[in-house]
C-alpha cells in the first residue's frame, strides 16, 4: 500500500461547501467539478462520499460502467450493504431482464410491423425509469438524505451522457433532500429549473503551503522545507505531487 493512500490535504472550501449543500443549508443541491486529469477530482469525491457515509453516500465510477442500468445496480448494491431494502428496485430490474431477453429479431419474427419493435424499446424505457424511480423513491424516503457522488463522466458514451444529462440528474434533483457531487473533464450543462440548482467550478491546482502542508502529514521530514521547490516543479497538479510522494524513501533516521 503507498505511504499515500487514505491521505486528503486541503480543498477545505470545496469541503465545507459540499458539507453546507449536503445538509440542505444552501439554495443548491448539487455540486460540479470540472478540471484536467490529476486535478484531484477523484479524491475530493471520494472525501465527500466518506464524509457523508453514516448519513447514506452512495459513489459510482461511471469509467467502469457501460449500462445505463448498472449505475442504478451500483448505487442499489450500496443501499444494501447499508441494510436500505431496495425490494421494490430489485422487482422491477427482474422484469427489465425479462423482456431484455427477447431480441429485436424475435420480435420481427412473430409480428413484422416495425412499430411493434419500437414499442420495445419504448417498454424498455418506461421500464428504466420505472426502476430508477422505485430506487430513488426508497433511497429518498424520509428521514433519509442520500448523498450521491458521480466520477468521470467524460468517459461515458454519448447514451450514458445523454441519460445521465436528460433522465437521472434531473430525477434525482427533483427530489428535496438528495444532494448530488459529480466530476469531470467535462460536466453536463443541465437545463431549467436544474441549473439553478447546479454550480460548476474548476478545481484549481495546490498552493505551496498546501504541499508542505502535504508533506508535514506523511511525515516526511527530510522534505520539509521544500514545497515551494516541489510545487514549482509539478505545477501544483495534486496526481503528479502523489506520484512524487509515492516514490519517496526517507532516509532511515530521519523519523
Not at 31 to 40: Q, S, V
Not at 126 to 141: E, F, H, I, K, Y
Request: aromatic share 6%; glycine share 6%.
Amino acid at each position: 500500500m503507498s505511504s499515500t493512500d487514505h491521505v486528503h490535504v486541503d480543498r477545505a472550501a470545496q469541503l465545507a461547501d459540499a458539507a453546507r449543500v449536503a445538509a440542505g443549508t444552501r439554495d443548491r443541491q448539487a455540486l460540479f467539478y470540472e478540471g484536467p486529469a490529476d486535478i484531484g477530482k477523484t479524491s475530493l469525491l471520494l472525501e465527500i462520499h466518506r464524509r457523508h457515509a453514516t448519513a447514506g453516500s452512495y459513489y459510482v465510477d461511471l469509467g467502469r460502467i457501460v449500462e445505463k442500468n448498472d449505475v442504478l445496480a451500483h448505487i442499489a448494491r450500496q443501499a444494501r450493504r447499508q441494510e436500505i431494502p431496495v425490494d421494490a428496485f430489485q422487482t422491477v430490474r427482474d422484469r427489465l431482464a425479462q423482456a431484455g431477453s427477447l431480441s429485436v429479431n424475435d420480435m420481427r419474427a412473430r409480428n413484422s410491423s416495425i412499430t411493434m419493435v419500437v414499442n420495445v424499446f419504448k417498454d424498455r424505457k418506461l421500464q428504466l425509469d420505472a426502476m430508477s424511480d422505485a430506487l430513488l423513491d426508497t433511497l429518498t424516503a424520509p428521514p433519509r438524505q442520500p448523498v450521491i457522488c458521480l466520477d468521470g463522466f467524460e468517459q461515458c458514451e454519448a447514451p450514458m451522457r445523454d441519460w445521465l444529462s436528460d433522465d437521472l440528474l434531473p430525477d434525482l434533483l427533483s427530489r428535496r433532500g438528495t444532494s448530488v457531487f459529480l466530476a469531470g473533464r467535462q460536466v453536463p450543462r443541465l437545463g431549467r429549473p436544474y441549473a439553478a440548482l447546479t454550480r460548476t467550478m474548476a478545481l484549481p491546482p495546490f498552493d505551496v503551503a498546501t504541499v508542505e502542508e502535504w508533506i508535514s502529514t506523511l511525515g516526511f521530514d527530510s522534505l520539509k522545507g521544500e514545497g515551494a521547490r516541489i510545487h514549482t516543479h509539478h505545477g501544483g497538479v495534486p496526481g503528479l505531487i502523489r506520484e512524487f510522494f509515492d516514490l519517496h524513501a526517507e532516509p532511515s533516521g530521519t523519523r
